[in-house]
């Protein structure tokens, strides 16, 4: 039997801890870098579908080549990520509250979808300006 | 003294209220005189107005697929007015229109007597060619009267059961009104202070916002108006009227009055769908009527 003196033994522990720590951060960015990827796919879903966010009616986005035809009411959505989250969100929930004059409707406040679909979109539209 | 004092404050009361009498549609004409000439100057040059009324609109695609400038009588086509890739597809639609069957239809109706012998004609003794005698306000009645109504107040008082508003056997009437009208000029006029109410009450619905979208009819067809909603081109509201009642190839293709365009217009919003010829939407149609007050009409027409 290898005999270890006090020493040694604690530097075991102390690799071992290392080592199981880097495991399992891997492990999560993994997992949340897929969760992420969904989360882009169900934005994606909510942003094209009419039932859904339909913003594909007024806007089109950058980078998505395979977007169907888009209207031309609103603006292009391109560089999303120099906006915080937080401002696209509100922006999505009711727009009325930054401009009055807008036709843009509120998804949010009048409830056509639901406070995590409009996470889901504000991922997808930061995705798309990192996506080149 | 008195007796002159007395006759100066009649004759100024009758003066006045001649002047006030002339003048129920003196708001009216101001908007509409704005209405068109919003619309006149936002297509008499999109490029150049680009920035201030088509802001996201790329310039070649102005270049490529809009007509214009577009003239007042211009703007009895619709969406068909501005937008080339559909105006296209409409001359080759109307090349043997589907609505003519349903004005043939219409045509029999008119003249298939009721039971008591009688026929429309004795209701319309000018003939079918009045659609552009409606919508009008019934000073006796105090309410706006459309042409739907006028169809089934006939039927009833020659004893028949009424039709149903919206399309079917009404719209086939209403089209074959409709094209005996081609050509002839919108006259809506207001000559009450209860029917410039009525107008009032029009306009507020026009732009008041509705439904889950809070979309208004201003906020597409006159701010929106001759931008595309994904591949539809919006209309103007200027000239909605004159087509009616149209034939939308959408689904399998049907005929529908105004009111029933209207109602689902309002649908369309998120909001609940008003009853046919409720107060609201023949308001709404009395308003949208006056806004296109000295155009011609061409109905019934093909739309999408």
Known sequence: M???????????IVNRLLAATLVSMLGFSAVNAA?????????RKVFVTKKLGNCLACHTVQNDPNIPQAGNIGPKLSNMDTYPKEYIFNKIWDPNKTNPNTVMPPQGRSHKISKHQIDALVAYLQATAKAK | MLKRLIKIAIISMISGSIVFAANFNAQAEKDRKAFVNYFLKKFQDPVKNHAQYFPYVSVAEIKKDYRYPLSFQDFQDGSLAWYKPSREQFAELNEFPAYSLEVDDGEALWNKPFANGKTYSSCFPKGPG??????????????????????????????EKPYKYGKGKIAKVIAYMAFKSRGKKIHVTIPS????????????EFYKQRGYLSLSCNECHVKSAGKRLRAESLSPALGQTTEMPVYRVKGNGTLLTLQARLAGCVKGTGAEKPKLQSKTLRD???FLTYMSNGMKLYGPDTRK
């Open chain 1, 2 to 12: 290898k005999q270890f003196n006090k020493k040694g033994e604690k530097m075991i």
């Open chain 1, 35 to 43: 969760s992420n990827d969904a989360l882009v796919k169900e934005g």
């Open chain 2, 130 to 159: 009045v659609r552009n005698d409606y919508p009008y306000f019934d000073t006796k009645t105090n309410e706006v009267v459309t042409i739907g109504q006028a169809v089934n107040a006939c039927r009833v008082k020659n004893g």
């Open chain 2, 193 to 204: 202070m209860a029917a410039a109410k009525a107008y009032e009450h029009g306009k507020k």
């Open chain 2, 284 to 286: 709404l149609s009395y």
